[in-house]
């Protein structure tokens, strides 16, 4: 009778620590996924709030690109043109993606992948040397800018497809 007991003894101690053992490793579950969620919340938060923030750069700069088109380029300082051209006064390689950014946000049509590449050119020729498809390395970024929810990809009448800066309110 004493060994019946024993095993009993043993199967229920035996139990409780599984139990509790289980248990706990719900609680570790749960609160990383509480965790992951919070983090994810968090991070399409703040995504909305670049994508914000980014068309509300965007139209600043065309304000401010508009105003300098209309009146001359002197109303702008020095200061204000390289935060509106994002060129730096020392001639600097800034960013591909800035470069296509700033193509995009300068131009009052919807622009070919094509186009974006001859402003490319046209601004700054050395990064043909950069890049060893530049039409490739452009559409990707377009696409990307798109995703980003800065740029919207629209069809042209021939049937090409084109992108165009977004802005506020559009």
């Not at 399409?44 to 750069?57: F, G, H, N, T, Y």
């Not at 702008?76 to 390689?93: C, N, Q, Y």
């Not at 390395?137 to 800066?165: C, D, F, H, I, M």
Request: proline letters at 2%.
């Amino acid at each position: 009778m004493s060994e019946v007991i024993q095993t009993e003894a043993v199967a229920s101690d035996v139990h409780a620590t599984y139990g509790f053992t289980r248990t706990m490793e719900h609680q570790r579950e749960d609160h990383v996924q509480q965790v992951l969620k919070q983090a994810n919340d968090e991070l399409r938060s703040l995504l909305r709030q670049r994508a914000e923030l980014v068309k509300r750069i965007g139209t600043i700069k065309q304000t401010i690109s508009g105003l300098a088109n209309l009146f001359g380029p002197d109303v702008l300082s020095a200061d204000v043109l390289e935060l509106v051209t994002e060129r730096g006064s020392k001639g600097a390689h800034r960013g591909f993606t800035r470069m296509c950014r700033v193509v995009l946000m300068e131009s009052k049509f919807p622009l070919s992948a094509r186009d974006v590449c001859d402003q490319i050119r046209d601004r700054d020729p050395d990064v043909t040397a950069r890049h060893k498809d530049l039409m490739a390395s452009v559409t990707t970024v377009l696409n990307r800018l798109t995703q980003y929810g800065e740029a919207k990809a629209v069809t042209l009448p021939t049937g090409r497809r084109a992108w165009q800066w977004v802005s506020e309110g559009s």
